[in-house]
């Protein structure tokens, strides 16, 4: 549809990515008049070759598996780029000294342990939003705004977004899905705790000799040696190697921001060496040889949140309400759960209430509240723990790590907090 100066809707979703995309045809599907405020993506994508996969790749939990079931885009995908984890293995740091007798932890979930069919789905991030394009396409409560804001003013009744091109649409609720610098939470004024680690995020992906034999594999690699004098040094780096169709694998180093541009810097062969050796040996046995298909990137890590997630008229959802470490491969779940909740609210309200109601909108912020604090505190505690230099802490840490992988009990608590 044509935008128009003169649009009213009940909601006003500001951000284009898989949060945003989803949240507009959630809301439509409930029978609301959305506005989509984000630049359509740019002409056709399509691959001309079997190793053009992007290095940007989420792992998809049941929750929001159910979510994407619920808005019909979960059976468009194809399923030729959808890979099933079914295992993790999880090492704990070791030294790279010879003699140093620290322990090594291990620890392993398992999908048929844990009587679920996988533990994650691992898809590209650009397949998912190509698949909630074409939704939205056939979604005709939905009008998409090829734009962006420029101008916000709130009033009793709600909110009028006035756009680059000069339209103006007037909504009972915004919704804020534009990411960590959110351009809606910053015309509401509010503020955001942010912390630095002071690290990058760096992923390629890579083609191995061997099958992966669906499995996650991640190491905590504890602190770059020339980082353990500091004692200010939070940089415990992580790497994880992530499943791919095929006999290919993803890499997420979050690693020292020095040590990350090194690793950016590298040619595809050395790179594929490092990570082979950074692995303690076991892509070796597990995959063969490595090949690097795709270019690496970077991206800096930031433990972020807004300190509200709702005011009158507005709502915050994914990464402009919170950014988590990726460690644990949940920041995109974390915001596809704030959709199916912010989903529930407004399916829920009373007839007598707006949108835009701050009641109505807190109910939202409460429900959101716990499963955040504890996948927030689970997430930055083990990166914290891993930050620790010295023998004593890697023994202690080690010895938990392999103390967890004996609790089958705590091990399906922590499975289930995975899966949503």
């Not at 909601?11 to 809301?27: E, F, H, R, S, Y």
């Not at 734009?147 to 007037?170: I, K, M, N």
């Not at 930055?380 to 392999?402: T, W």
């Amino acid at each position: 549809m044509s935008s128009t100066s003169s649009s009213r809707f009940q909601i006003a979703v500001v951000g284009g990515g898989i949060v945003g995309k989803a949240c507009a045809l959630l809301l439509a599907q409930q029978g609301m008049q959305v506005a989509l405020i984000a630049p359509r993506p740019a002409g056709d994508t399509a691959r001309t070759s079997e190793d053009e996969w992007d290095s940007r790749i989420y792992a998809f939990s049941s929750s929001s598996q159910a979510l994407l079931e619920r808005l019909r885009v979960w059976e468009a995908l194809d399923p030729a780029r959808m890979q099933p984890v079914r295992d993790m293995r999880v090492f704990g740091d070791q030294s790279a000294c010879e003699s140093d007798p620290t322990p090594h932890g291990d620890l392993h979930f398992s999908s048929y342990a844990a009587a679920v069919p996988q533990l994650a789905w691992i898809i590209e991030s650009s397949h998912v939003e190509r698949t909630l394009d074409t939704a939205l396409r056939f979604q005709h409560q939905v009008q998409w705004f090829d734009d962006t804001g420029e101008g916000f003013e709130r009033d009793c009744d709600g909110v009028t977004l006035t756009l680059a091109s000069g339209a103006r649409v007037r909504a009972a609720c915004v919704v804020g899905a534009d990411g960590a610098r959110s351009w809606v939470r910053q015309q509401a004024h509010i503020c955001t705790t942010t912390r630095r680690y002071r690290q990058l995020g760096v992923v390629a992906n890579f083609r191995c000799e061997l099958p992966h034999q669906d499995t996650a594999w991640q190491w905590f690699l504890g602190c770059p040696q020339k980082l353990m004098a500091d004692e200010e040094a939070e940089n415990g780096e992580i790497l994880a190697l992530l499943p791919l169709p095929g006999n290919r694998v993803s890499m997420v180093w979050s690693a020292e921001e020095g040590h990350a541009r090194e690793l950016v810097g590298l040619s595809p062969e050395a790179l594929a060496a490092t990570v082979m050796q950074a692995a303690s040996g076991a892509v070796g046995a597990r995959f063969g040889t490595l090949r690097c298909i795709t270019p690496a990137q970077g991206f800096p890590l930031v433990l972020q949140r807004a300190e509200q997630f709702v005011q009158p008229h507005v709502a915050l959802v994914g990464d402009a309400a919170h950014v988590i470490h990726p460690l644990a491969g949940q920041g995109m779940n974390l915001g596809l759960r704030d959709v199916t909740e912010l989903g529930r609210v407004m399916a829920d309200k009373e007839a007598f209430r707006a949108e835009g109601d701050l009641r109505l909108l807190r109910r939202y912020e409460r429900a959101r509240a716990t499963d955040l604090l504890s996948l927030t505190a689970a997430t930055d505690g083990l990166h914290r723990l891993f930050s620790l230099p010295g023998s004593p802490a890697r023994v202690m840490r080690n010895l938990g790590i392999r103390a967890v992988g004996r609790q089958s009990t705590l091990k399906q608590f922590l499975i289930g907090r995975a899966l949503g």
